[in-house]
């Protein structure tokens, strides 16, 4: 069955330091993944797709199918990073879904 | 419109009451899908709404939930004889095409008092 894992319900780092949000999948098929961010008191929103490769925010995320990872990267956190993140993967191909992780609470502190 | 609107945004209701929430979607956007979310049980898959294909219900927890999507556009979530377990987020979603990922509407909060 299908499942998104991100181990750590939270994740407090100081202003500066590298963050890294986990993620890892269970899916048998070609996995598509996404981010999503849901700041304080706004709405869940994309933050990256893995199909196009793109860095938001300064956060990239690598698909590495050997390890089933996805994992959330920015190389030095800044407050407003500070939010609730949720891995997710799409499968079933264009008749699909889409299954979130429990998330990661991340706080970054002065 | 602008982006995906569900209302109400709170709802506070009796135990045993039925409840219908609302959402409309982007215009154009041909899928919608319905999560809750709840503390510490992160999205909770609900019901999706692809076109004019029979929808995917596998999400529904219990036979006191049920949603229709009329005419392809707005969709109504109705929980039938509320339970307290019932309180949570409920989060409406649409999508042009899956793989450009979904815009969130805001929620509608629902306590069950």
């Known amino acids: 069955a299908q499942r998104v894992t991100q181990p750590e319900k939270l994740l407090s780092v100081f202003k500066g330091a590298p963050v890294e949000l986990k993620c890892n999948y269970s899916?048998?098929?070609?996995?598509?993944l996404f981010w999503y961010v849901q700041y304080s008191r706004q709405r869940l929103q994309l933050l990256l797709r893995h199909i196009s490769r793109e860095s938001i925010k300064g956060f990239t995320a690598d698909l590495n199918k050997g390890e089933t990872s996805f994992h959330l990267k920015k190389p030095f956190a800044q407050e407003e990073d500070s939010a609730m993140y949720y891995c997710?993967?799409?499968?079933?191909?264009?008749?699909?879904?889409?299954?979130f992780g429990k998330g990661t609470k991340l706080s970054v502190k002065p | 419109g602008a982006g995906v609107s569900q209302s109400p945004s709170n709802k506070v209701t009796e135990k045993g009451k039925d409840v219908e929430l609302r959402c409309d979607p982007i215009?154009?956007?041909?899928?919608l899908y319905w999560y809750r979310q709840s503390l510490g049980q992160g999205l909770e898959f609900l019901i999706y709404f692809q076109g004019n294909s029979a929808p995917d219900k596998s999400g529904l927890p219990s036979d006191r939930f049920s949603a229709e999507r009329t005419g392809g556009s707005v969709s109504t979530l109705t929980i039938q004889r509320t339970q307290q377990e019932d309180s949570a987020v409920y989060l409406c979603a649409s999508s042009y095409r899956q793989f450009y990922g979904y815009t969130f509407g805001s929620g509608t909060r629902l306590t069950v008092v």
């Open positions: 215009s154009g956007h041909t899928a």
């Open positions: 997710a993967l799409s499968y079933g191909g264009s008749q699909g879904n889409l299954i």
């Open positions: 899916y048998s098929g070609s996995p598509e």
